[in-house]
């Protein structure tokens, strides 16, 4: 099974500041890679796909880039809306991907 | 708009069964493969199964294989998970999510939307 480990944990940022996120692969993932953005109480929303293509919706300020094993999820300017618990996914092998633990961005 | 709505969630004992079910509007059910993905408390979401527009083509992740059983009913508009010989590490929100597309071309490996979420608790 591939793993993801993403990092750090947890980011406490304040708004306006520019948020880096992590996602390694224990093994190459290709560009097979997803970022979701998950709020309380709600579903996961798909932000990034096959590493750094933007969904439908989503605003220029989330770019994902990588490839491989290690992917960068990045929010250059940080909106009170995205304070949230952001997953990566990979589907290196379909249809059994896996997510990562999760990295929750907190206000400072 | 796309919806998605699951239902059929709630408490069950260790070894019961339940169904759950995904009503979906708004696109057309029967073009789109589609996906039950589960949350536990506090941790990633974890892939359940994966069933074809038609149906044909059926995947389990290895912890739920010969336990739970994917279907669809194209007619209805909906999305089934039978699960049985329920395990206390089946707690979770079980969400149905239809796969992505974007500008006509549509991407199996990812999900969206995904509806609300149901809750199953699995306890004696």
């Known amino acids: 099974e591939i793993v993801l480990t993403q990092s750090p944990d947890t980011l406490s940022l304040s708004p306006g500041e520019r948020a880096t996120l992590s996602c390694r692969a224990s093994?190459?993932?290709?560009?097979?890679l997803a970022w979701y953005q998950q709020k309380p109480g709600q579903a996961p929303r798909l932000l990034i796909y096959?590493?750094?293509n933007r969904a439908t919706g989503i605003p220029a300020r989330f770019s994902g880039s990588g490839s491989g094993t290690d992917f960068t999820l990045t929010i250059s300017s940080l909106d009170p809306e995205d304070f949230a618990v952001y997953y990566c996914?990979?589907?290196?092998?379909?249809?059994?991907?896996?997510f990562g633990q999760g990295t929750k961005v907190e206000i400072k | 708009e796309v919806q998605l709505v699951e239902s059929g969630g709630g408490l069950v004992q260790p070894g019961g069964s339940l169904r759950l079910s995904c009503t979906a509007s708004?696109?057309?059910?029967?073009?789109?493969?589609m996906n039950w993905v589960r949350q536990a408390p506090g941790k990633g979401p974890e892939w359940v199964s994966y069933?074809?527009?038609?149906?044909?083509?059926?995947y389990y992740a290895d912890s739920v294989e010969g336990r739970f059983t994917i279907s669809r009913d194209n007619a209805q508009n909906s999305l089934y998970l039978q699960m049985n010989s329920l395990r206390a590490e089946d707690t979770a929100v079980y969400y149905c999510?239809?796969?992505?597309?974007?500008?006509?071309?549509?991407?199996?490996?990812?999900?969206?939307?995904w509806g609300q979420g149901t809750l199953v608790t699995v306890s004696s």
């Open positions: 999510a239809k796969q992505y597309c974007d500008d006509g071309k549509c991407y199996g490996a990812w999900f969206g939307p």
């Open positions: 708004g696109f057309t059910f029967s073009s789109f493969e």
């Open positions: 069933i074809s527009s038609s149906g044909s083509t059926i």
């Open positions: 093994q190459s993932v290709s560009r097979y």
């Open positions: 096959d590493a750094s």
């Open positions: 996914q990979q589907r290196r092998n379909w249809p059994r991907g896996t």
